[in-house]
Every structure is written in structure tokens, then in C-alpha cells.
């Protein structure tokens, strides 16, 4: 049973813990969970944890991710401190991504989630098909 001051307003409580999440941070971890969660950051930041990478590499290395898309990717990783671009003075110019010690932690999240994904692949697919083939199913009756 979680303790609570019953002279404060009740905050929200976080799903299955006594931690209770203060409303000023909410908009704060929302956005820290939207860029985490978001799916070309996942994919760019596993595709860094063997080491830097060139853009180039990172663009062969994901398949599907525009040339917009990872720049912009890389740019927010950037900000948040979860990736150092580090450009070399050489004749041609060498730029190369690299993850932080933050990220590196978040690599320890995200790595099981992505097994997880590529483990389930064929079995989500399979039912979203079923799925879909009931939706078809009932339209047509």
C-alpha cells in the first residue's frame, strides 16, 4: 500500500509502483518517450552500438530511413545528447556518429526491444493479416 499526504493534492500515480509522477514532469518524460520510442531513433541508435558509423553507413544500414528522415534523426539525437557527430579535417571531409555514455544506456532498453520486435515479426504480421482478412470478411456479408 503506498503512503499518501492526504493535506496534498493526490498526484498521479505511476502503473504498479507507489512512484508518483509530478505533473510538471509529465510533459517533460512524455517528450523524452516520444523521441525514445520513436522508430528510426531506436534503429539508428542500435546500428551505433558496435561504433561509429559515417552517414553513409547508417543510411545502408537502415533500410527504409530517408535521406531526410536521418539527418533529422541525427539532429534530435544530437540535442538530446544522445549521439556526438564528430567531423574530421580531411581532404574529402569524414563526419562520423558516435553514441554517448546517456545513450549507451538507453542502448541497455532499447537492444531487447528491438530483439523482441525482430523475434515477433512473423507472428504480428501473420495476425495483423488475419485481422485484416476478418475486416474484409464482415464488410462483405
Known amino acids: 500500500m503506498c503512503a499518501v499526504d492526504a493535506a496534498q493534492p493526490a498526484p498521479a500515480r505511476l502503473p504498479g509502483t507507489c512512484a508518483y509522477l509530478p505533473a510538471e514532469h509529465a510533459d517533460v518524460i512524455r ?3 516520444d ?3 520513436d522508430k528510426w531513433t531506436m ?3 542500435v546500428t551505433l552500438r558496435d561504433g561509429p558509423r559515417r552517414y553513409t553507413e547508417l543510411q545502408r544500414e ?3 530511413i530517408s535521406q531526410r528522415m536521418l539527418t ?3 539532429r ?3 540535442q538530446d545528447g544522445l549521439v556526438t557527430r564528430t567531423a574530421y579535417a580531411e581532404v574529402p571531409p569524414r563526419v562520423e556518429y558516435a553514441l554517448t555514455p546517456l545513450s549507451r544506456s538507453l542502448l541497455e532498453i532499447v537492444t531487447p526491444l528491438v530483439n523482441w520486435a525482430s523475434e515477433h515479426h512473423d507472428e504480428i504480421r501473420a495476425n495483423q493479416a488475419r485481422a485484416a ?3 474484409v470478411g464482415s464488410h462483405g456479408q
Do not use: D, E, K, N
Open 62 to 64: 537502415i533500410p527504409g
Open 133 to 135: 482478412a476478418r475486416t
Open 76 to 78: 534530435q539525437l544530437q
Open 72 to 74: 533529422l534523426t541525427l
Open 43 to 45: 534503429l539508428v541508435v
Open 35 to 37: 523521441r525514445v520510442g
Open 31 to 33: 517528450q523524452v518517450l
